[in-house]
């Protein structure tokens, strides 16, 4: 589980704000993946990456930004934070996309007030 | 498009009692449906899995099965335990090989 890890782990920012939300991973997984989870809606996909330069949206993409340069990181950016995008946060990889299971880090609290 | 529910939404049980946390899922071409268990404060953590050419699969007290043909699967975990507490989460992949959906989650308690 060390092998996929977030930062920071608790964030508190203004609406407005630009904000970033890193994920590392050490086992050179193709697949990436970023989740917010909330109270009553589960975890629910918000973008995805199946290699470098290759992003895709999730269920619900508004108001986020990915990359994915390095096969490695794959940063989360919420372009001018709002309310509603208070959330956890949760990076996850994978060797595939339905195949096999995902590996969650650990998360990122973000309030936005 | 691709619906997975997931019930019930709170399950509470005596120590030593079994549980049972169901799903159906609307893709009939899904093939792969794993369970995470998420605690307080933690990440979600794979504990179980079955593809589509498996009925049931076992881990210790926990098993999993699927009914390809009405779509659903089940978790069950036997002799249930204080640390068994936590939230459960069942997903399945979007048509043969696409993301996993999850579930909204089952909160279950374990009362010693």
């Known amino acids: 589980d060390a092998g996929i890890t977030q930062s920071p782990r608790y964030k508190i920012t203004e609406t407005g704000r630009q904000v970033t939300l890193m994920c590392h991973q050490t086992w050179s997984h193709s697949y990436m993946f970023w989740y917010r989870q909330d109270l009553g809606h589960g975890l629910r996909l918000i973008y995805y990456s199946a290699a470098a330069d290759i992003t895709d949206k999730g269920e619900v993409p508004d108001g986020y930004v990915v990359s994915r340069s390095k096969t490695e990181n794959f940063p989360l950016t919420l372009e001018s934070a709002t309310r509603s995008q208070t959330s956890v946060y949760f990076c996850?990889?994978?060797?595939?996309?339905?195949?096999?299971?995902?590996?969650f880090g650990s998360g990122t609290r973000l309030t936005v007030v | 498009g691709e619906n997975v529910e997931q019930h019930p939404s709170t399950l509470s049980v005596q120590e030593g009692d079994s549980a049972v946390i169901k799903c159906t899922y609307s893709d009939s071409a899904s093939n792969y449906f794993p369970w995470y268990k998420q605690e307080l404060g933690k990440r979600p953590q794979l504990i179980i899995d079955i593809r589509s050419n498996v009925g049931e699969k076992k881990d210790q007290r926990i098993a999993v099965t699927l009914n390809k043909t009405a779509k659903h699967f089940s978790l069950h975990i036997t002799e249930t335990q204080p640390e068994d507490s936590a939230v459960y989460f069942c997903a399945a992949s979007r048509g043969s090989q696409g993301n996993l959906i999850f579930g909204k989650g089952t909160k279950l308690s374990v009362k010693p």
């Open positions: 996850a990889s994978s060797e595939s996309r339905g195949l096999e299971g995902y590996t």
